[in-house]
Each structure stands twice: as structure tokens, then as C-alpha cells.
DNA sequence: CAAATCAGATACCTTTCGGTATTCGAATAC
DNA sequence: GTATTCGAATACCGAAAGGTATCTGATTTG
């Protein structure tokens, strides 16, 4: 077995992963105030000496984690559209994605929330999830405008106003989901943006058509 | 003057008037946690003892406050469906609404981001958040079930998904609106739902189409 | 094998919180 | 005008937080 003896740097690294994974499951469920270092220590098997010696400080911690999430979260994207598909379809797709995968680890969900909520009341990591956001934004912006290139229309609205809207809903979506599970079937994320991307598609072709009588 | 003299209920009255809507303040600032009773008090010209006349438990509170917004929240719906125009219109109208005038304050917006934080670590008060949700859904349901009797298509879904979706919407609005607002021009909530509904609408002479081919 | 290193444990400090018990003082009732 | 009521002030409590300083013992180094 591969799991021999563990030099004391590789011991360290597993502690620091351990203490990573108790943390995400406690912030996510207590929030990120609500779960002491304490209580991460211990979740983690571990004392407070041992997450002082391996984080700066609490927030080092959160923004290791939401650099984590962005990640994942943009991946989602780029497997989504690399389906064939209309861009509905395609749409669709990223919608129960979306609430699938980052939403069946409902954790990712929940601490998303948390991160938001506290980014309202600490400037400074309200700055740190804005960079993030924007550089998401951007990312998948490029995605579409790649993808929008073989399209028969032009979009009606500038891409980059479709990307804030979808990221808009299915942060939405996370939300309520978040707040009443049972009353949101997973579906509906999909649904939604397969809508949105019809209506896209409908004023994309009324103003194609506005344009040809001018 | 009016102002003249206070008997001991109305001056209480007062009391417990200054003492919500400092909390509003403070809540909509620091977080529901983040900001303390003694400061609540503090900054209405009192101390914790006027609070505690006048409130159970910081819980309480919570809840007056909750009620307050969602009945806010349904009066904005019910103002931008009195407008003539069609249901796209309207929800424009609607996305708008929400956008300047519960959002214009933009206490209400962040309040509502940070109850909405708040349930995730009470489950007591998420029931309570869930339940006026649930309320509020229905209410909407209700009007748009009148108004859609006048639309020459059956919507292509059943109204309670379509009340929840733009709920969802709206919710992620504010939330995206609350942690970078200036890369969320206000009328991108408007023009969302313009095109969501232009969705429905597409989709719904689609789907008359098909049956009548049946 | 001895010395140095350092991950992690322990103990502790300061601050702050929600809530309670008690007290004070002015408006009411008689 | 005296007694009573009760809104609000004050003082206090126990719990818990983040962070620091110190210590310990196993692993590494020579």
C-alpha cells in the first residue's frame, strides 16, 4: 500500500487537508461564523495549535475555499457547453448541471449563501468574492462568445448581459433552494434558463428581421 | 401641533417604533448576528432595557421584521400588475419595480440577504422564512392566474413554476446586486424578465401549434 | 546518539454577546 | 396627594469567540 509513512511534510499537508474538509462542512452547516476554529480543530480530529500552525487566520480559510468553489463552478460551465445542442439545449443542460452536481454536494450550495452573506458584512472579502465574481463572468462570457459565433442571429443584448443574467438565476436558484428545498424540484433551474434562451432567441430573430426592412 | 403630549402607551409605541427601525439599520449594515442589542438600542436613543420591554427576543424582532418585508414585497407585485400591456411588459414593469423601489432602498435588499443567511443556521426561522415564501408564491399565483385567463395561449407550464421562477430571479437579482452593484445596472432585472416571458410566450404558441395539429 | 526543529497541544487573554434580575422615576389611578 | 404601575436604566451573568504565547514530544539532521 501506497500509505507506508508520512514524512513530516506530507504529514502536514494531510493535516491541512483534513482541517479544509472539516471546515467546509461546518461552515456550511453552522455558517462561517457559526463554526468555531475550535470546532474545526476538533471536527478535524485535531486542537486550535494545529489550524494556527497551517492558516494564517479564519479568513485565509475562506478565501481558500472560495477560490476552490469559483473553480469548480467554471468547470461546471465548460462541461455543459461541451455538449452539442442548441443553445437552449445547451442552456438547459448547464441549469440541471448546476443544480446537480455543485447542488447535489448541496454543501457547496449552502456555503455559497454563506460566503454571500458574509461578504455584506466584512468589506474586505465582499471586494475578494466581487474579483472572483467578475472573473467568472468574464470567463464564461468568453465561452459564449466563442460559441455564439455559429449562431444564425446576433444575440439581442451584449454577451456579456446574458452571462449576468444567467449567473443571476442560477444563484437564485441556489438560494431558494437553499431555503426551501422540497419547494423547488431541480428541474426548474433548467427549465428556467431553457425559457430565458427561447426568449433570447425570439428577440434575437424579431430584431434580425427589424434590421432587414431597414 | 399634533405633537403635543404622550400618554405612557403612545410613548411606548414610539419606544418600539424607534427601536425596529434602528434595527432595520443596523441589521441591513452589520447582519443580523453582527449587530448587538445593546447597539440596537444604542442607536435609537435607548438601552437594552427599552428593548426587552418591548421584544421577547432578538428572535421576535426577526420576525416583525419579516413580516414587514414580505408585505412590501407583495404590494410591488400587485402595483406593477394594476398596468396595462402585455405580460411581458408588465414583468419588465415588475423586474424594474423590484429593482428601484424595494431596491432603491437597499436596506431591504441587504435585510433580506441576511435573513435569508440567517436561516441557513436557524432552522426555526427558516421554517418561518419558508412559510411566508410559500405565502407570498401563492399570493402571486393567485394574480397571475387572473391575469392569464386574458392570453390568447395556455402558458406552457403550470403558473406556480412560472411564479417561482421569477421569484427566483428577483431573489438573485438582489443578491448579485448586494455584493457588486455597480456591475448590475438597475434594468437588467427588468429586461430578464422581459425575455423570460417572451420565452413563455414562444414555447406557448409552439405548444398550441402542436396541439392543434393533434 | 545528541541537538535542533517544528507540528501540534494546552492554557490563557480580551472582548462581546443575549439574556435576566433589579432598581429607578415618571405617568396614572384613586 | 399618595399609592401604584410599568417603561426604561443599570448592573450583572455565563458562555463562547478569535487569537497568542508557551510548551511538548516526535522527527529530522549531522
Known amino acids: 500500500m501506497g ?24 461552515f456550511a452547516e453552522r455558517g462561517l461564523e457559526g463554526a468555531s476554529i475550535d470546532d474545526i480543530a476538533h471536527e478535524a480530529g485535531f486542537t486550535k495549535g494545529a489550524f494556527y500552525a ?13 477560490d476552490e468553489y469559483f473553480a469548480d463552478r467554471l468547470d461546471e460551465v465548460e462541461d455543459a457547453l461541451r455538449h452539442e445542442g442548441s443553445p437552449e439545449d445547451q442552456a438547459r443542460r448547464a441549469g440541471l448541471g448546476f443544480a446537480s452536481h455543485i447542488g447535489a454536494d448541496s454543501e457547496w450550495r449552502r456555503l455559497y449563501i454563506e460566503f454571500c452573506a458574509h461578504a455584506l458584512r466584512d468589506e474586505r472579502f465582499r471586494h475578494e468574492l466581487a474579483i472572483r465574481l467578475r472573473g467568472l463572468r468574464a470567463e464564461i462570457t468568453r465561452l459564449y462568445t466563442r460559441r455564439a459565433a455559429d449562431l444564425p442571429y446576433p444575440p439581442p443584448f451584449p ?16 438560494l431558494e433552494k437553499v431555503l426551501d428545498p422540497e419547494a423547488l424540484p431541480d428541474d426548474v433551474s433548467g427549465t428556467m434558463l431553457y425559457v430565458f434562451f427561447t426568449g433570447l432567441r425570439t428577440l434575437a430573430e424579431q430584431s434580425a428581421q427589424a434590421n432587414d426592412w431597414q
Chains 1, 2 share one sequence.
Open 3 to 26: 500509505t507506508a509513512r508520512l514524512s513530516r511534510k506530507e504529514s502536514q499537508a494531510r493535516t491541512r487537508e483534513l482541517l479544509r474538509d472539516a471546515a467546509k462542512h461546518l
Open 159 to 174: 454577451l456579456e448581459q446574458i452571462t449576468t443574467m444567467t449567473g443571476l438565476m442560477v444563484d437564485g436558484f441556489a
Open 54 to 66: 497551517n492558516f494564517d487566520s479564519k479568513h485565509a480559510l475562506y478565501l481558500e475555499l472560495l
